[in-house]
């Protein structure tokens, strides 16, 4: 046996083992094929915008449901994994006005969380995330309610993309 045989053999047999054993470097974990379910608990809501928990977790419950890869129960002792949240601040930042009058046409809503993933069995946290958000545009309105109803509109959205990076993390692990 040569001495660049002798080498190249453990560095394959531990390359082999590496990836056998599920080894990720994406920053999140590997779900197990064991872990089938997941619950989702109304998030806390840190702000003062009513409603604001249920829009976010309606979203991240209706991004499990669609994909499918884990079904979704109600009760955290009944599920594999637990997705917590906590929507931690809420946002509107101007984005245009009218130059004439400098009243605000066009709002960006920003909703920031902090989210985590725990196995309740082991009561280990696979990934915690305290700074997940998303955010959305919409244009005002002269009419109040046809306003609101485009902040909720917007509230939606965010609400929408920041249950598709949930997604992303719980299943893909980055």
């Not at 109304?42 to 419950?61: G, H, Q, R, Y």
């Not at 499918?68 to 009760?75: A, C, K, P, T, Y």
Request: charged residues 15%; proline residues 5%; negative net charge.
């Amino acid at each position: 046996m040569n001495s660049l045989s002798f080498l190249i053999t453990p560095c394959a047999l531990f390359l082999t083992v590496l990836a056998g054993c599920g080894y990720n470097t994406g920053g999140g974990v590997r779900l197990q094929s064991s872990l089938q379910t997941i619950a989702v608990p109304v998030f806390f809501n840190e702000t003062l915008e009513p409603t604001l928990e249920n829009a976010v977790t309606s979203a991240v419950k209706q991004e499990f449901l669609t994909n499918g890869r884990l079904s979704v129960v109600n009760d955290p002792g009944d599920a594999d994994l637990v997705l917590k949240g906590t929507v931690t601040s809420f946002g509107l930042t101007p984005l245009a006005f009218d130059p004439a009058s400098s009243v605000v046409l066009e709002y960006r809503v920003r909703i920031r969380t902090s989210i985590q993933l725990e196995n309740p069995r082991t009561q280990k946290i696979l990934w915690q995330d305290p700074g997940m958000e998303a955010s959305a545009e919409y244009v005002v309105n002269s009419d109040t309610s046809a306003n609101r109803v485009a902040q909720d509109h917007a509230i939606a959205e965010a609400s929408k993309l920041l249950a598709e990076n949930v997604i992303h993390r719980v299943l893909e692990g980055n």
